[in-house]
């Protein structure tokens, strides 16, 4: 939390004027009894009207003095507070953008969400508090002791009582409270996957009748997260009656004391009726203080959570002195590479080395979980290298800027994915700058454009969340437009042929025949007839090259490429 607060410190000047309003009502509140005092004692008892409204007067005044005070300070509050949410929304959205995929691995979307949307409004309602609570609260309690005990010290004894009963039930509260807040704060993450789940993979839950199984699992993370949310409720309710009764026998036993030395002649009515005004101030800010212990445990362990974000440092930074590039045209190179996940025990990808250089076609081809997605995600840095290196124009790519080695890449993934906007927008996604023609001529290329001229709006057609209003094959064409939009200099296509029809995909390898001639392609694919044509394929088995040439070559020789292949085509069709 103390991480947190010091990123107030451009609001500095605010949060003294917020003080400053917040004393001033605290002295406004602190004299009003005082005044009170003296209308009893000097205007009703005496029957002197005048003083009653000279006096009332003042009063009004001053308590309209008050009034605006707390509105100006409260506004000012929750400009503060939502201004500082807004500063760390940007701050774990920022951060989240720097991460490898390995961060993403570790902490999870759904975690993301819930600590950049409701970890932070937990933070942000607990600031709220803590500024117009924290300074107006010890103000009025300091305060109203000093007042009650210069109206009668013996009277004030009741308050040695009465504020250990209350600090100890704030205590008690609180210390119960924080393990069920991380509890909650765990259980909401867990819902949201839950949920997250259930909606993007819709399509699957029906098709394979897991309605009710789906239904099971948001049930159990949904009760789960009520009995929490019950028992915290549950406590949180105890804290308000026993508050109540604390402070209720607190002005009983002051009634009942006070009355005794009234009639011994001891205190004046008025001093009474101030006392009592003193103590329910004194007892107003100590529920205060109760309110903000409740809300700072949660906040504290939210701000935990919103820390644990913004303290990861990413595995893949820039170099702290980049090299400057060589002149090059996307020349790639694989020098004895090696990589293992965290956490697992075996190597995705072990000993691979190639080289390919523009005007060429290099494939990847082999089994599921051969690791053909992962030595492609190693070229744009998702992940780095444990073992060898990658050069691109003889420099590794740990010695680029990533903001300098991206744009040197195309990259279409093996999901495809678009985002909410119209179908140019999504094209233009990797070069801003792209115009309608070269919009269009990415559409030709990646044999898009057709479709989208049939649609209603043509490329100003708005696609839904993720293009769901599009065939896969749609949408892996658009990706690939999106790409060649892009003109990089290498391109990686990452089984993205794979929901294309034969002919559609014959068209469009023809296309980028011609006008990829001058660049760097890697292709990962599962169809042979997808690799076939290439200069070079990369037969991958548990992660090791089982082979390397070109169809003829492996087919003759790679074992492991011949299974492969005839397992789709008949040996006839091989040459």
Known sequence: MLKLIRLLKPYTGTIIFIAILFLTQAMVDLSLPTFMAEIVDNGIVKGNLPYIYKTGLIMISIAMLGVLCALTAGYFSSRTSLGFSKTLRAMIFTKAQDFSLNEYDTIGSASLITRATNDVAQVQQALIIMLSMMMRAPLMCIGGIIMAVSRDRHLSLV????????????????????????????????????????????????????????????????????????????????????????????????????????????????????????????????????????????????????????????????????????????????????????????????????????????????????????????????????????????????????????????????????FTGTVADNIRLGNESAGMEDIIKAAKTAQAHDFIQAMPAGYDSILAQAGRNLSGGQKQRLCIARALAVRPEIYIFDDSFSALDFKTDSMLRAELKKELKDSTVIIVAQRVTTVMDADRIIVLEDGRAAGMGTHKELFATCKVYREIVLSQVSPEEVS
Request: aromatic content about 8%; charged content about 20%; proline content about 4%.
């Open 159 to 418: 308050f040695t009582v009465a504020v250990p009963v209350l600090g100890l039930i704030i205590y008690l509260v609180q210390k119960n409270a924080i393990p069920l807040f991380i509890s909650m704060q765990k259980k909401l993450d867990r819902l949201n996957l839950v949920i997250r789940e259930k909606l993007t993979g819709v399509r699957e839950v029906r098709a394979f009748d897991m309605i009710a199984h789906e239904e099971k699992k948001f049930d159990e993370a949904n009760a789960s997260l009520t009995e929490t949310a019950l028992s915290l409720a549950n406590l949180m309710a105890f804290i308000m009656p026993a508050m109540m009764a604390a402070m209720n026998f607190t002005m009983l036993a002051i009634v009942w004391f006070g009355g005794l030395r009234l009639a011994a002649g001891k205190m004046h009515f008025g001093d009474i009726m101030a006392f009592i005004q003193y103590v329910n101030l004194i007892l107003f800010s100590l529920m205060m203080v109760s309110m903000l212990f409740i809300l700072i445990p949660r906040a504290e362990v939210s701000a935990g959570r919103i820390n644990e974000v913004l303290d990861i440092q990413p595995s893949i930074l820039d170099p702290k002195n980049p090299a400057k590039r060589r002149t090059g045209k996307g020349k790639l190179e694989f020098k004895n590479v090696s990589f293992t996940y965290k956490g697992a025990k075996q190597k995705a990808i072990s000993g691979i080395s190639f080289s390919a250089g523009p005007g060429e076609v290099t494939a990847i081809i082999g089994g599921t979980g051969s690791g053909k997605s992962t030595l492609v995600n190693l070229i744009p840095r998702f992940y780095d290298v444990e073992e060898g290196s990658i050069e691109v124009d003889s420099m590794d790519v740990r010695d680029y800027p990533q903001a300098e080695l991206r744009p040197l890449i195309g990259y279409v993934a093996q999901k495809a994915m678009l």
